[in-house]
């Protein structure tokens, strides 16, 4: 069912997404379920939600490989709901992402949080 929800994330159909997660059981859902919840949450402008649900994906995440991502998804919601510390949370995904393409993106999103010369 995951990665259904992760399909209808790609199509934009953030609300059956969610739907479709919420129908698995609690005692099934790992950090990668709660991860694509938040994601779901956040666009669905449940900010509160998709926090308490990145948060518990960090908790619970085992595999280090995937954080840098974990961290760039509360980064966006943290800077959803306005709070100026959000930036932290992605230099620690640039710092976690390794070079390559995904750390280059990483980095682009950050360009317009900081200042630029004048």
């Known amino acids: 069912m995951r990665h259904s929800a992760e399909c209808l ?6 609300r059956a997404a969610a739907e479709l997660l919420e129908k698995v059981p609690s005692d099934q859902r790992n950090e990668f379920w709660f991860h694509r919840y938040a994601q779901t949450q956040l666009k ?13 994906a960090l908790e619970m995440l085992k595999d280090k490989k995937y954080r840098s991502a974990f961290l760039d998804l509360r980064f966006d919601i943290r800077d959803a709901c306005g709070d100026i510390h ?19 993106q990483l980095r682009s999103k950050l360009t317009r949080f900081e200042p630029q010369d004048a």
């Not at 994330?9 to 953030?14: M, Q, T, V």
């Not at 932290?88 to 393409?101: F, M, V």
């Open 9 to 14: 994330i790609l199509l934009r159909d953030f």
């Open 86 to 104: 959000a930036v932290r949370d992605l230099h620690d995904a640039i710092l976690l992402a390794g070079n390559g393409k995904y750390r280059e």
């Open 44 to 56: 669905l402008g449940d900010t509160d939600s998709a926090a308490l649900s990145i948060d518990r």
